[in-house]
């Protein structure tokens, strides 16, 4: 077994994510003790019972006391809170990152709360299920998923090499990148994606010509893939969307100009433009799989989605 990276954890939140850094950490020897928190008592409960921290923890002041990690594993909403709450614990030294998957409000939210004595690296696990909860979590999540680290500028190089070494002994490969470049990247690759799956959910929810019957019963025509990430926590989703705006405004802009084209094409019936459209989105997703982030077994190949 190799040497911990870090002496202590602290994991402030034990949702999907947090409780699967928790179970990974401890599979991998990354830390030597693992002190977690949750907001509710329930969930705290339940993190005793599953025995995944060494201690649990009533409050997030509590937990980050002489801890050399932190990683806040909360909605990106109420980031900047935990922050303000746990920013006058903090060791000197001690590094603090999250999982969030917009970075700029991450950035702007938490920073100033943050003592200059220690290192700030947000990070982005692009990983997850449509499950959550600490029952959701598993300690392979992280196998062969991208983690975006993206460091204020300014940020301690040491420290950040030494994130990106926890989480590459997690099973990601770490990428870094500015805070402004990952939103408008994950804008494309995931926000959308899921906007784009609610809404096709929900508009099959409000027809009146079709049954829901018919729509559960014929849904692996397409329908049930969107289900699938249409299922995925509210609140985290409510958080991106709002705290991603720009980015994601832009890339519907964008996306709302190619419907239309298709629109377009469907109406005069030309089939030429359909046919070039989709022969180069087939490319995609050939290039998604030589990547290995997918395999082309069907029910998208594998037991556990990564939809974050």
Same mark, same amino acid.
């Given at each position: 077994?190799?040497?911990?990276?870090?002496?202590?954890?602290?994991?402030?939140?034990?949702?999907l994510i947090g409780s699967s850094i928790a179970?990974?950490? #401890?599979?991998?020897?990354?830390?030597?003790?693992?002190?977690?928190?949750?907001?509710?008592?329930?969930?705290?409960?339940?993190?005793?019972?599953?025995?995944?921290?060494?201690?649990?923890?009533?409050?997030?002041? *509590?937990?980050?006391?002489?801890?050399?990690?932190?990683?806040?594993?909360?909605?990106?909403?109420?980031?900047?809170?935990?922050?303000?709450?746990?920013?006058?614990?903090?060791?000197?030294?001690?590094?603090?990152?999250?999982?969030?998957?917009?970075?700029?409000?991450?950035?702007?939210?938490?920073?100033?709360?943050?003592?200059?004595?220690?290192?700030?690296?947000?990070?982005?696990?692009?990983?997850?299920?449509?499950?959550?909860?600490?029952?959701?979590?598993?300690?392979?999540?992280?196998?062969?998923?991208?983690?975006?680290? +993206?460091?204020?500028?300014?940020?301690?190089?040491?420290?950040?090499?030494?994130?990106?070494?926890?989480?590459?002994?997690?099973?990601?490969?770490?990428?870094?990148?500015?805070?402004?470049?990952?939103?408008?990247?994950?804008?494309?690759?995931?926000?959308?994606?899921?906007?784009?799956?609610?809404?096709?959910?929900?508009?099959?929810?409000?027809? @009146?010509?079709? +049954?829901?019957? *018919?729509?559960?019963?014929?849904?692996?025509?397409?329908?049930?893939?969107? +289900?699938?990430?249409?299922?995925?926590?509210?609140?985290?989703? #409510?958080?991106?969307?709002?705290?991603?705006? @720009?980015?994601?405004?832009?890339?519907?802009?964008?996306?709302?100009?190619?419907?239309?084209?298709? +629109?377009?094409?469907?109406?005069?019936?030309?089939?030429?433009?359909?046919?070039e459209h989709f022969t180069r989105t087939r490319?995609?997703?050939?290039?998604?799989?030589?990547?290995?982030?997918?395999?082309?077994?069907?029910?998208?190949?594998?037991?556990?989605?990564?939809?974050?």
């Open positions: 077994m190799t040497e911990p990276l870090f002496d202590t954890i602290a994991i402030v939140g034990l949702g179970r990974a950490a #401890r599979a991998q020897g990354a830390v030597r003790s693992i002190v977690a928190t949750a907001r509710s008592p329930q969930t705290r409960k339940r993190v005793v019972e599953l025995g995944i921290a060494d201690k649990v923890v009533e409050t997030n002041a *509590e937990a980050v006391e002489g801890a050399d990690l932190v990683i806040v594993c909360v909605p990106v909403g109420v980031c900047g809170a935990v922050a303000k709450e746990i920013g006058p614990h903090l060791k000197a030294g001690a590094t603090i990152s999250d999982v969030g998957s917009v970075k700029g409000s991450i950035v702007r939210d938490m920073g100033p709360h943050l003592p200059k004595t220690v290192h700030f690296v947000p990070a982005h696990p692009v990983a997850g299920t449509e499950h959550s909860g600490p029952d959701a979590g598993f300690a392979e999540l992280f196998m062969n998923r991208w983690c975006i680290l +993206t460091p204020p500028e300014g940020t301690d190089a040491q420290a950040v090499d030494r994130l990106a070494a926890f989480w590459r002994l997690l099973g990601a490969n770490v990428e870094t990148m500015t805070p402004d470049h990952h939103d408008l990247v994950l804008a494309v690759t995931s926000h959308l994606p899921h906007l784009i799956a609610y809404t096709i959910v929900g508009t099959a929810d409000e027809l @009146e010509t079709v +049954t829901r019957s *018919e729509v559960l019963k014929f849904s692996a025509g397409g329908f049930r893939d969107f +289900t699938r990430i249409a299922s995925s926590d509210p609140v985290m989703w #409510r958080d991106v969307f709002l705290n991603n705006k @720009e980015a994601v405004l832009e890339m519907l802009g964008r996306f709302n100009e190619d419907v239309s084209a298709l +629109t377009k094409a469907i109406r005069r019936g030309d089939g030429e433009a359909l046919y490319a995609i997703r050939r290039g998604i799989i030589d990547a290995g982030q997918d395999t082309p077994a069907a029910d998208f190949g594998r037991p556990h989605g990564h939809d974050d």
